[in-house]
């Protein structure tokens, strides 16, 4: 079945470093969304990207999506303890449900 | 204020004792789904309801039910719980009038433990 891999799993980072997340579908995608979820939170939507080759920026996150509608990626630029949290892409099936990948969990280093 | 309200939001049970998670929301959505969450697997949709009285099967429905008898109301029920079913609990909703891929909004999660 359709599939969604995410890498990488865990990634840490000192404060200030960038920080980025790479997202890949089996299939191609007629959008792709993006969601956060803090520690101990619940996914809370970032973003929808539907264009190929789409580039939205927020503040200091940066997400593109690939050419051929089947990668995408999150990019943020001079990390803060604020962006802890695991971050996930998802893309819908055939039957418009999402799937998802399995989140790239961002640790801010002591 | 928007809300989808999931209860209860923990719970640790035992093996074969019938339980339900109720999910409530106050958006009018249309769309309700049920996700569990598991280290390293992401999300895995459990049931999903499209409307009143519309219930489908996600990825990992087996050993859970739903129904969906009114719109705002959409509880996930364990009729004989195993300790493979421990882990965390989503209930999301959508809007679908405006569209097809519209961004869930999530309830804070319920986390059960079946020993």
């Known amino acids: 079945g359709q599939q969604v891999m995410q890498i990488p799993q865990y990634q840490h980072v000192q404060e200030g470093e960038d920080f980025t997340t790479y997202c890949n579908s089996s299939?191609?995608?007629?959008?792709i969304q993006w969601y956060k979820q803090r520690p101990g939170g619940h996914p809370v939507f970032l973003i929808q990207l539907v264009k190929s080759g789409e580039v939205k920026k927020q503040k200091r996150l940066t997400f593109q999506f690939g050419e051929a509608k089947k990668n995408s990626s999150l990019h943020i630029t001079a990390t803060q303890t604020t962006d802890v949290g695991t971050y996930f892409c998802?893309?819908?099936?055939?039957?418009?449900?999402?799937?998802w990948g399995a989140g790239t969990k961002l640790i801010i280093k002591p | 204020e928007a809300q989808v309200t999931q209860n209860p939001r923990y719970l640790i049970t035992v093996t074969g004792k019938k339980l339900t998670v109720t999910c409530s929301q106050n958006?009018?959505?249309?769309?309700m789904s049920w996700y569990r969450q598991d280290p390293g697997l992401g999300l895995r949709q459990i049931y999903y309801?499209?409307?009143?009285?519309?219930?489908d099967k996600g990825d990992v429905p087996e050993g859970y039910k739903v129904s969906r008898k009114e719109k705002r109301n959409f509880p996930l029920i364990l009729e004989s719980p195993s300790p493979n079913q421990t882990s965390l609990y989503f209930c999301?909703?959508?809007?679908?009038?405006?569209?097809?891929?519209?961004?869930?909004?999530f309830g804070d999660g319920t986390r059960l433990s079946i020993l």
């Open positions: 998802a893309g819908p099936d055939s039957n418009y449900q999402l799937i």
């Open positions: 958006m009018n959505h249309e769309y």
């Open positions: 999301a909703t959508r809007n679908l009038r405006t569209g097809d891929n519209q961004p869930q909004h």
């Open positions: 309801s499209m409307n009143v009285e519309v219930t």
């Open positions: 299939t191609t995608l007629s959008n």
